[in-house]
């Protein structure tokens, strides 16, 4: 399945809850759209995030639905350097949680 890059701009500070996360993947999933990882900008306002879709008409949908922006959906091939991904991994491994 197809690889995208969604950048989304919030106008106030994100905070999710577990049960906006649920929520969201539940509507993801009738959309047949998989998050699979994400960044938070340092001002709270802005996530880049990956997700595995069939088409950027289901991540827009999915997006509109969940009353979420997606402001630039950008289908990308994977990882530039596939040696990279144990690298993310380790990163994210490392992070404290929140």
């Known amino acids: 399945m197809p690889l995208y890059v969604i950048e989304r701009n919030f106008a106030v500070e994100l905070d ?15 959309e047949d759209v998989r998050w699979v990882f994400s960044f938070l900008s ?3 306002r ?12 289901a ?20 990882a530039a350097a596939p040696e990279l991904t144990g690298r993310l991994a380790e990163w994210t491994a490392s992070q404290p949680s929140s």
């Open 46 to 57: 802005r996530t880049y995030c990956l997700y595995e879709a069939p088409s950027p008409d």
């Open 59 to 78: 991540i827009i949908a999915a997006a509109r639905r969940a009353n979420v922006p997606a402001d630039e959906v950008v289908e990308v091939s994977g």
């Open 16 to 30: 999710l809850t577990g049960e906006d996360v649920m929520l969201i993947d539940e509507i993801n999933a009738d």
């Open 42 to 44: 340092a001002d709270r």
